[in-house]
């Protein structure tokens, strides 16, 4: 871009307290580099006169959350979602009999406990949540996230497709008489017993642990073995509601790392090298 035009970028508003001065002393001193700066360097930004450690961070962090919010919407009209949740909720009401039952012996030791409707039902937050951090505070981590959600995501819809494929595990009465049984019984109303595998649940708590391990923004270790407690609550609570076998569970583990080893440890690493030789 352009210097003239950066600096009317800057002044225009969408950096509180950057006006018009401050976003031409920013020009000056770092050119074209100058919303790299921002976005990658804030520390930089102190020699400039007027803006402090903290006022930097500031605006940083506002900066990629403008940064991240921008490549979200990018990344929609990219890889087409519209088309993936479409597809998704096609063979959710096509596939409903004449699939392959994925239950084996082994589910048949795995008691029903209505008491893991929580974690199960807290999975669809968890990954919003994260994602909405990641925009904020860390914009490179939220595209790396999105890469794994929506390969690990449209790889499973593509397996379900091409192997139609449900379980028979579902209590046909409830064992128990109490409001979490309720709630079990609410989701299996809007959840069909087909398509589960592999588990999208699983492979979204694998998506979820890559993204919060790989960000520089989570580094404490009480968030990472947290959430990856957690995680396995979510992954256990699928087989003891019956909404999945062992089977979808193992094949979504496979899946999810799978995946997120090429995401960041292949596709992630070549992109950390390109973007050093462009600092």
């Known amino acids: 871009e352009r210097e003239e035009d950066m600096i009317a970028y800057l002044s225009s508003g969408i950096l509180k307290g950057v006006g018009p001065?401050?976003?031409?002393?920013?020009?000056?001193?770092?050119g074209t580099d100058t919303l790299l700066v921002i976005e990658r360097e804030p520390e930089r930004l102190r020699c400039i006169?007027?803006?402090?450690?903290?006022?930097?961070?500031?605006?940083s962090d506002a900066f990629r959350a403008l940064?991240?919010?921008?490549?979200?919407?990018?990344?929609?009209?990219?890889?087409?979602?519209?088309?993936?949740?479409?597809?998704f909720f096609t063979i959710e009401h096509l596939?409903?009999?004449?699939?392959?039952?994925?239950?084996?012996?082994?589910?048949?030791y795995i008691p029903f406990c209505e008491w893991f409707i929580f974690p199960y039902v807290s999975w669809s937050p968890l990954l919003v949540v994260l994602g909405i951090y990641l925009i904020l505070k860390d914009a490179e981590g939220f595209r790396r996230y999105m890469w794994s959600i929506m390969a690990t995501f449209l790889i499973s819809t593509l397996i379900c497709v091409l192997?139609?494929?449900?379980?028979?595990?579902?209590?046909?009465?409830m064992?128990?008489?109490?409001?979490?049984?309720?709630?079990?019984a609410y989701t299996y109303s809007l959840d069909t017993n087909t398509n589960v595998f592999p588990s999208v649940h699983v492979v979204g708590v694998i998506d979820a642990w890559f993204a919060i391990w790989h960000s520089k923004r989570l580094k404490k270790w009480t968030w990472r073995w947290g959430t990856g407690l957690?995680?396995?609550a979510v992954i256990a609570s699928t087989m003891f509601i019956k909404q999945h076998a062992i089977i979808d569970v193992l094949a979504g583990l496979v899946l999810g790392f799978a995946c997120n080893f090429v995401v960041y440890n292949i596709i992630g690493k070549r992109?950390?090298?390109r973007l050093c030789r462009e600092a």
């Open 230 to 232: 957690y995680g396995l």
């Open 175 to 184: 064992p128990r008489d109490n409001i979490f049984c309720d709630l079990v």
């Open 271 to 273: 992109r950390d090298c």
């Open 21 to 30: 001065a401050t976003a031409q002393r920013l020009v000056e001193r770092f």
């Open 95 to 108: 596939i409903t009999d004449n699939y392959w039952a994925t239950q084996t012996v082994i589910d048949d």
């Open 67 to 87: 940064t991240g919010l921008r490549q979200l919407m990018e990344f929609l009209a990219r890889y087409d979602l519209p088309v993936y949740l479409a597809m």
């Open 49 to 59: 006169k007027g803006i402090t450690a903290q006022r930097a961070k500031e605006l």
């Open 163 to 173: 192997i139609p494929n449900g379980q028979d595990l579902r209590p046909a009465v």
